[in-house]
């Protein structure tokens, strides 16, 4: 059975940094993309970052430049290092595992989610 766990999520300080990790099992994701989701209260779920099997990365223009997405296939985790953390990133964050990229839909495993909370 597959499991994506999400870890590392907490409460920071706005302008801090933070880090979460997905660690996968079930199957192995080297050949597939992961991303990043993210769903504030009342909002929809949003895309946050995502890396193509070879390390191509894409990023949301509301985390360009301040969230890095990395994934170790040996460990068979994704990272995702978070820093100048402003209040509306304050969010459940979500790692997943598809063939797509960008789009939800083209996500097949979900975690359950790691809540982050950046205070002002």
């Known amino acids: 059975q597959v499991h994506l766990v999400e870890s590392g999520g907490g409460l920071v300080q706005a302008g801090g940094s933070l880090s979460v990790s997905c660690a996968a099992s079930?199957?192995?994701?080297?050949?597939?993309?992961m991303g990043w989701f993210r769903q504030a209260p009342g909002k929809e779920r949003e895309f946050v970052a995502s890396?193509?099997?070879?390390?191509?990365?894409y990023y949301a223009d509301s985390v360009k430049g301040r969230f890095t997405i990395s994934r170790d296939n040996a460990k068979n985790t994704l990272y995702l290092q978070m820093s100048s953390l402003k209040p509306e990133d304050t969010a459940v964050y979500y790692c997943?595992?598809?063939?797509?990229?960008?789009?939800?839909?083209?996500?097949?495993?979900w975690g359950q989610g790691t809540q982050v909370t950046v205070s002002s």
């Open positions: 997943a595992a598809g063939t797509g990229m960008i789009q939800s839909w083209t996500y097949d495993y």
């Open positions: 079930g199957r192995t994701f080297s050949s597939d993309a």
């Open positions: 890396i193509s099997w070879n390390g191509r990365t």
